[in-house]
Nanobody
Framework: QLRLVESGGGSVQAGGSLRLSCTAS????????MGWFRQAPGKEREGVAA???????TYADAVKGRFTITKDSAKHTLYLQMNSLKPEDTGMYYC???????????????WGQGTQVTVSS
């Protein structure tokens, strides 16, 4: 069973930066597609950034040029560097993984518990 644990959330002022981490365990020697999602109160979960099975990255338009998704395969860790944060980036951020490439669609099989990001103006 794949387990995902996020960390790195917090509260920052607009214009600040945060780096989220997602560590996978129970991880067989199989390449998963992985991504970051977020959910604001009262809104649907939305895709932020993702790797496909060929390590090609995809970003939501709202975060292009500000967020960067990377990974360290040796450490089984996925990262999301978030710069120039805006109040509208506030939400719970989730890491997700699946053998199928769902891109930014929130239909992945495996999910972490989430880490809260709060950006104040």
């Amino acid at each position: 069973q794949l387990r995902l644990v996020e960390s790195g959330g917090g509260s920052v002022q607009a214009g600040g930066s945060l780096r989220l981490s997602c560590t996978a365990s129970g991880f067989p020697n199989i390449r998963y597609c992985m991504g970051w999602f977020r959910q604001a109160p009262g809104k649907e979960r939305e895709g932020v950034a993702a790797f496909d099975s060929d390590d090609i990255t995809t970003y939501a338009d709202a975060v292009k040029g500000r967020f960067t998704i990377t990974k360290d395969s040796a450490k089984h860790t996925l990262y999301l560097q978030m710069n120039s944060l805006k109040p509208e980036d506030t939400g719970m951020y989730y890491c997700a993984a699946d053998l199928v490439d769902y891109g930014l669609e929130a239909t992945y099989k495996y999910w972490g518990q989430g880490t809260q990001v709060t950006v104040s103006s």
